[in-house]
Each structure stands twice: as structure tokens, then as C-alpha cells.
């Protein structure tokens, strides 16, 4: 598990010239322990963009972002894309094995038993292309925890699927998450996976600020036909509606 630290962070993109522009406004945030965590809000509002600082890919403007392991060592991280990004020259278990830093007894067996986990045991030496894209995806979320990571990044991850096999996916999820004790970060749009997924949601607004920090407070298992979990994803797509319609009132006049 990883303990996430960020504070008073902010991105611009072109800064010092004319098409300056600040996709995430001074934020400050905390995660920890073994919790699920997710970032919604409208297109633009800056959720993938935040994703990438954590994960280092981007480099914010200002503010501090720190990231440890709960032991208090460097964090390691996974991460789930919007499409699996397989190699296609490679079987579904040399994929699986790519991401290791070692190729042993120990962590083959570990790539075995998340394979099994999304249960995909028995197409190990499947090629990429032999596999529906939800199964491809249910590769990529079994090798992103194969690699045991401390905090797992996951940017829309069922974007790309059918609400069907979205859902079924959702539902794996949450099972493999509970016997993993990761800490999870998850950007959706996607109001009703949030609710079904989360112990939190973070609402980013347009101009990247935060609108809301929302807790689910929830038993689970969870599924989307289940009553209590309908009930809350219609008050939170309320309070969403709220915030585009103060949105919407407050931007200047063209």
C-alpha cells in the first residue's frame, strides 16, 4: 500500500506564452492505505493530466506531490491504460512476464495466480490477437498487479467496452482489489463506475480545481443493479449537475 501526498499542485501548459494554459488549479489532496480512490469529472477538467504527474510521466508547474509505500521506502507503481497495450508478438503469459524485473519460480507463479484471478489461466499461451478486447483488458489489469505495486494507477480502463463486459470487469475488479490490499488512483467519466468502485471520489472541475471530495460509504461487494448503490450514483450525478449548472452560470460572456 503507498501513502499519496498532494499538495497546492498546479500544471500550465506553454507557460510564459500566449497560449498558456492552467489545466489543474493549486490542489491538495491525501491517499493512503488499503482505499480506492476515484477522479471524475467533465473532459478538460484535468483528471488524466493528474494521473500522469503522479505517475511521473508529466511534471507539474508548482506545489509538492510525494509518494511512499506505507513502510516508508519509494513506492512501486502498476498501471492500467485506456486500451490493454499488449505486444502482439508476445503470448498473454510472456506479456505477463515482460513487466518483471525478475523471471522466476516465484513471480511466474504470481502472473499465474492474477491470470487466474480475471480468469484467464487457461489462455496463457494465447496470442493478443485470439482475445476479445475485454479479455486483452482483463490481461492488462492481471499484470499490472502481478508486479505487486504499492499504488495502482488506473486511467479509464473500461472506456473502450460495452457496458456488459465493463460491468463484468467491474465486478472482477473489485474482487481481485480485495484480496490485493492495494491502493488504488482511477480516472473515469463515468459516474455509476465510480460509485460502484470507490471508497472516495475526488470532482475536478473546469479550470482543474476541486469541486468535491465525496465518501462512499458502502458495503461491498457492490453491483450496479443493487438499490443503495443506484440510490447514491443518482445523488452524486445530482451534485455533478450542480456543479456544470454553477459552471455554466459563473463563465464569462463571450
Known amino acids: 500500500m503507498a501513502v499519496l501526498t498532494v499538495r497546492d499542485l498546479s500544471k500550465t501548459f506553454n507557460v510564459g506564452t ?3 494554459s492552467r489545466v489543474l488549479d493549486n490542489i491538495s489532496f491525501e491517499v493512503q492505505g488499503q482505499t480506492f480512490v476515484s477522479i471524475v469529472g467533465p473532459s478538460g477538467c ?11 510521466v508529466e511534471e507539474h508547474t508548482s506545489g509538492d506531490i510525494s509518494l511512499k509505500s506505507d513502510q516508508g521506502g519509494d513506492a512501486r507503481m502498476g498501471y492500467v491504460f485506456q486500451d490493454p497495450r499488449l505486444l502482439p508478438w508476445r503470448s498473454v503469459m510472456k506479456n505477463m512476464m515482460y513487466v518483471q524485473d525478475e523471471l522466476n519460480e516465484e513471480t511466474t507463479a504470481r502472473a499465474r495466480r492474477y491470470l487466474d484471478m480475471v480468469g484467464l489461466a487457461k489462455n496463457a499461451d494465447f496470442f493478443p490477437g485470439q482475445l476479445s478486447g475485454g479479455m486483452q483488458q482483463r490481461v492488462g489489469i492481471a499484470r ?3 508486479v505487486e505495486p504499492d499504488l495502482l494507477l488506473m486511467d479509464e480502463p473500461f472506456s473502450h467496452l460495452d457496458a456488459i463486459t465493463a460491468r463484468g470487469l467491474r465486478a472482477q475488479l473489485q474482487d481481485i482489489w480485495a484480496q490485493s490490499k492495494k491502493t488504488v488512483v482511477f480516472v473515469t467519466h463515468d459516474v455509476v463506475e465510480a460509485v460502484e468502485l470507490s471508497d472516495r471520489i475526488i470532482v475536478l472541475q473546469p479550470g482543474g480545481r476541486i469541486y468535491e471530495d465525496i465518501t462512499i460509504d458502502l458495503p461491498r461487494p457492490r453491483r450496479q443493479s443493487d438499490p443503495t448503490v ?3 450514483q443518482a445523488e452524486v450525478l445530482a451534485r455533478l449537475e450542480k456543479m456544470k449548472a454553477a459552471t455554466q452560470v459563473a463563465a464569462p460572456v463571450a
Do not use: C, H, Q, Y
Request: charge should be positive.
Open 46 to 56: 484535468g483528471k488524466s493530466t493528474l494521473l500522469n504527474i503522479i505517475s511521473g
Open 230 to 232: 443506484a440510490t447514491l
Open 18 to 20: 500566449p497560449r498558456a
Open 144 to 146: 499490472a498487479f502481478a
